[in-house]
């Protein structure tokens, strides 16, 4: 599997991230994510 998508929390956690993966595969915050879990691109999936 090279791609993840997420849906959004329901509940947010006391601490993940100070800033959220968007909608947008090339936002700097989602390859953060893709590169940390070794995958090719993160997404948010939209509702």
């Not at 993966?21 to 936002?27: G, K, P, Q, S």
């Amino acid at each position: 599997m090279k791609s993840i998508t997420v849906n959004l929390f329901t509940v947010k956690p006391d601490m993940l991230f100070h800033i959220h993966i968007t909608t947008h595969r090339h936002h700097w915050t989602n390859q953060s994510v893709a590169e940390y879990f070794g995958k090719k691109q993160a997404i948010l999936k939209e509702k």
